[in-house]
């Protein structure tokens, strides 16, 4: 296996635990008194666009070859990081 199509896998792996995270924080959200639901659902919206533009990258990933493929991949760490950091404090919050 490339290291592209590692980099992808584990990219993909790592965006579906995330979903999955968001799906579990929107499930709590159900039972949290109002004033969490209007914070929480904005948090979960900020989350699901941001889980939308890491999907993205990963199309484009999936169609960028050489040089093109290592911009594109530093763009997409940098989305990585963005949601990862948002799933973060979000699952903080709703423990």
Known sequence: MD???A???????QLKEWGAQINLME???ESASADM??????QIQALRAQQHNA????????KATGE????????????WDDLKSGVAEAHS???
């Open 3 to 5: 290291i592209q199509n």
């Open 7 to 13: 980099y992808k896998q584990k990219r993909e792996a």
């Open 27 to 29: 499930a709590k959200l």
């Open 37 to 42: 639901k209007v914070k929480g659902v904005e």
């Open 55 to 62: 999907s993205e990258k990963m199309k484009e990933l999936g």
């Open 68 to 79: 093109a493929w290592e911009q594109v991949k530093t763009t997409a760490d940098q989305v």
């Open 93 to 95: 919050k709703f423990k």
